[in-house]
Protein backbone atom coordinates (compact mmCIF):
# COMPACT_ATOMS: atom_id res chain seq x y z
CA UNK A 1 0.00 0.00 0.00
CA UNK A 2 1.15 3.54 -1.05
CA UNK A 3 1.50 5.69 1.57
CA UNK A 4 2.62 9.58 1.75
CA UNK A 5 3.34 11.53 4.66
CA UNK A 6 3.94 15.32 4.85
CA UNK A 7 5.15 16.96 8.23
CA UNK A 8 6.75 20.13 8.57
CA UNK A 9 3.90 22.40 8.34
CA UNK A 10 3.47 25.89 10.70
CA UNK A 11 3.32 29.23 11.29
CA UNK A 12 5.92 31.44 9.93
CA UNK A 13 6.11 35.22 9.21
CA UNK A 14 7.03 36.94 6.02
CA UNK A 15 10.61 36.46 4.83
CA UNK A 16 10.81 33.35 7.02
CA UNK A 17 11.95 29.43 5.98
CA UNK A 18 9.80 26.54 6.34
CA UNK A 19 11.15 22.61 5.55
CA UNK A 20 8.45 20.22 4.57
CA UNK A 21 9.34 16.76 4.48
CA UNK A 22 7.53 14.10 2.23
CA UNK A 23 7.57 10.68 3.56
CA UNK A 24 6.87 7.62 1.15
CA UNK A 25 6.55 3.90 1.40
CA UNK A 26 4.97 1.00 -0.74
CA UNK A 27 6.29 1.49 -3.99
CA UNK A 28 10.07 1.65 -5.15
CA UNK A 29 11.00 5.14 -4.43
CA UNK A 30 13.26 5.45 -7.36
CA UNK A 31 11.04 4.42 -10.04
CA UNK A 32 8.92 7.43 -9.58
CA UNK A 33 8.03 10.67 -9.26
CA UNK A 34 6.98 13.03 -6.04
CA UNK A 35 5.40 16.15 -6.48
CA UNK A 36 4.56 19.18 -3.96
CA UNK A 37 1.11 20.90 -4.71
CA UNK A 38 -0.72 23.08 -2.82
CA UNK A 39 -4.45 24.47 -1.72
CA UNK A 40 -5.32 27.90 -0.83
CA UNK A 41 -8.79 28.77 0.43
CA UNK A 42 -11.16 29.18 -2.15
CA UNK A 43 -8.38 28.64 -4.33
CA UNK A 44 -7.57 25.53 -7.22
CA UNK A 45 -4.90 23.18 -6.11
CA UNK A 46 -1.60 24.14 -7.49
CA UNK A 47 1.28 22.21 -8.67
CA UNK A 48 4.56 23.96 -7.53
CA UNK A 49 7.44 21.62 -7.85
CA UNK A 50 8.44 18.02 -8.59
CA UNK A 51 11.43 15.75 -8.42
CA UNK A 52 12.05 12.84 -10.72
CA UNK A 53 13.65 10.31 -7.70
CA UNK A 54 15.38 8.27 -10.27
CA UNK A 55 17.77 11.19 -11.84
CA UNK A 56 16.98 14.10 -9.74
CA UNK A 57 15.47 16.08 -12.47
CA UNK A 58 13.26 18.96 -11.06
CA UNK A 59 10.61 21.29 -12.10
CA UNK A 60 8.80 24.75 -10.45
CA UNK A 61 6.07 26.78 -10.88
CA UNK A 62 7.04 30.60 -11.77
CA UNK A 63 5.30 31.35 -8.64
CA UNK A 64 7.72 29.70 -6.18
CA UNK A 65 10.66 29.58 -8.43
CA UNK A 66 13.97 30.47 -7.13
CA UNK A 67 12.54 30.66 -3.71
CA UNK A 68 11.85 26.86 -2.89
CA UNK A 69 13.93 24.24 -3.38
CA UNK A 70 12.71 20.35 -3.68
CA UNK A 71 15.40 17.79 -2.70
CA UNK A 72 15.16 13.99 -1.88
CA UNK A 73 16.98 11.53 0.27
CA UNK A 74 16.46 8.47 -1.63
CA UNK A 75 18.02 5.93 1.06
CA UNK A 76 15.56 7.30 3.86
CA UNK A 77 12.32 7.58 0.97
CA UNK A 78 12.06 11.28 2.12
CA UNK A 79 11.29 14.34 -0.15
CA UNK A 80 12.20 17.68 0.83
CA UNK A 81 10.95 21.13 0.17
CA UNK A 82 12.89 23.70 1.07
CA UNK A 83 10.98 26.97 1.09
CA UNK A 84 12.53 30.27 2.02
CA UNK A 85 11.50 34.00 1.37
CA UNK A 86 7.86 33.04 1.73
CA UNK A 87 5.22 35.57 1.91
CA UNK A 88 1.18 35.38 2.67
CA UNK A 89 0.29 34.47 -0.11
CA UNK A 90 2.28 30.97 0.47
CA UNK A 91 -0.54 30.33 3.26
CA UNK A 92 -1.94 26.69 2.24
CA UNK A 93 -2.08 22.95 2.90
CA UNK A 94 0.14 21.73 0.90
CA UNK A 95 0.46 18.14 -0.25
CA UNK A 96 3.17 15.46 -1.43
CA UNK A 97 1.80 13.16 -4.68
CA UNK A 98 3.71 10.26 -6.06
CA UNK A 99 3.42 9.48 -9.99
CA UNK A 100 5.65 8.15 -12.78
CA UNK A 101 7.10 11.15 -13.68
CA UNK A 102 7.96 14.65 -13.12
CA UNK A 103 6.88 17.45 -16.07
CA UNK A 104 7.08 20.94 -16.15
CA UNK A 105 2.93 21.04 -16.55
CA UNK A 106 2.90 19.72 -12.85
CA UNK A 107 -0.65 18.43 -13.14
CA UNK A 108 -2.56 16.56 -10.29
CA UNK A 109 -4.16 14.56 -13.10
CA UNK A 110 -0.48 12.94 -13.72
CA UNK A 111 -0.18 11.84 -9.79
CA UNK A 112 -1.45 8.43 -8.07
CA UNK A 113 -1.10 8.97 -4.64
CA UNK A 114 -1.80 11.46 -2.33
CA UNK A 115 -0.91 12.27 1.28
CA UNK A 116 -3.55 14.19 3.44
CA UNK A 117 -1.32 17.42 3.54
CA UNK A 118 -0.13 20.13 6.25
CA UNK A 119 -0.91 23.30 7.05
CA UNK A 120 1.53 26.08 6.46
CA UNK A 121 0.49 29.53 7.01
CA UNK A 122 2.99 32.46 6.77
CA UNK A 123 1.75 35.47 8.66
CA UNK A 124 3.40 37.88 11.43
Known amino acids: EVQLVESGGGLVQPGGSLRLSCAASGFTFDDYAIAWFRRAPGMPREGISC????????HYANSVKGRFTISSDNAKNLVFLQMNSVKPEDTAVYYC?????????????????WGKGTQVTVSS
Open 97 to 113: ASGPLCSELLLSDEYDD
Open 51 to 58: ISNGDRST
